[in-house]
């Protein structure tokens, strides 16, 4: 079969397209022909050795895809042959409290990724995908829809009414700023780029910040509140906007810490008790969040939004496309 291995973290130069037996499922576990993959920021940080989690020598990158079952090992009981799958991001996370050894289950990280065209996950690290998404739409889900998923609803307790602030239009971002709506809350959406700032609104954003044009953007966020602030900001900036953030949300409010993308930056944990704030770390999610935002995608017909689909001979143009950050929603691969 077809495959791409990272054969160092040097950068996207060290993805290199090999070939290998196809891998066959063991006890518990299923065999999927993965049609399509996409990439999150988190696979940019593997390739350039700048994630701060372990990672599997010459692994075989990103953890999202979708894609058919076309084996299954013995005592498999959930799904069969034919079925339509996304897979868990961890793979041995399905309910509660994370266990010590999630981490290592991670796709395309402490083990075997999705840019290949056979994978084996284990029969709980998979998920019947909506059956109304395509292959491309349901391989964005298992990394920025549930980190979305999680913040909001299971860390966030979204409700009807509720102000949530996104920041910028990739992935992330895009997913909270639909279950937002979804939910009836009221969503700020921040980005440079006034263009993608109209296509925010499209999908049905409230309220517009040009972070450029309104470096301030947190005084903006409270204008439009009225001074009370929002409930709640989705954080995908890092230490170089959380300072903002903080100053953003009402007493109480929340800043769910999603991604490190604006740089370093000093924070006064002062400002965290004046603001009384809620501040959560979010990693992924758990099969059973999964199942649950699934099913709320499929009763409100929710699509991805999908930036590009790439083909698989062409997957280090993803990987520069993403880190062009000229995307708006997900970058896709076909495999």
């Not at 991604?259 to 959560?280: D, F, S, T, Y």
Request: glycine share 12%.
């Amino acid at each position: 079969m077809r495959a791409y291995v990272l054969k160092s973290q040097t950068g996207i130069e060290a993805l290199e397209r090999v070939e290998m037996a196809a891998p066959v499922p063991a006890r518990g576990q299923v065999a999927v022909r993965v049609v399509a993959c996409s990439l999150n920021y988190r696979d940019l940080a593997i390739a350039t050795g700048q994630y701060r989690q372990p990672t599997k020598p010459s692994v075989i990158p990103l953890s999202d895809g979708a894609g058919e079952i076309i084996a299954i090992g013995p005592d498999v009981t959930r799904f069969k042959i034919g079925d339509r799958v996304a897979g868990c991001f961890f793979q041995n996370w399905s309910a509660g409290e994370p266990g010590s050894d999630v981490q290592n289950s991670a796709l395309g990280g402490g083990r075997d990724g999705m840019l290949a065209e056979v994978v084996v996950l284990e029969e709980g690290g998979v998920l019947a995908m909506p059956a109304h998404m395509s292959f491309e739409e349901g391989a964005t889900l298992p990394c920025a829809a549930l980190t979305a998923w999680h913040a909001l609803v299971e860390h966030g307790h979204l409700m009807p009414g509720q102000t949530i602030l996104v920041q910028g239009t990739g992935g992330v971002s895009m997913f909270a700023l639909q279950i937002a709506r979804m939910a009836g809350a009221e969503v700020i959406a921040t980005s440079s780029s006034d263009e993608k700032l109209a296509r925010a609104k499209a999908l049905g954003a409230h309220h517009l910040i040009n972070y450029k044009t309104r470096p301030d953007w947190e005084k903006a966020a409270m204008e439009i509140t009225g001074g009370r602030g929002v409930d709640q900001v989705v954080e995908v900036g890092g230490p170089g906007t959380f300072g903002k953030s903080l100053a953003a949300i009402r007493v109480g409010g929340r800043v769910s810490q999603i991604g490190v993308l604006a740089g370093m930056a000093e924070v006064n944990p002062a400002v965290i008790l004046a603001k009384r704030a809620n501040v959560q770390g979010i990693s992924v999610g758990s099969t059973r969040m999964f199942e649950a935002m699934a099913r709320a995608f499929s009763l409100n017909g929710l699509k991805p939004v999908v930036d590009r689909v790439f083909a698989f001979d062409a997957a280090p143009d993803a990987y520069r496309h993403l880190r062009a950050g000229a995307h708006f929603g997900k970058v896709v691969i076909n495999i």
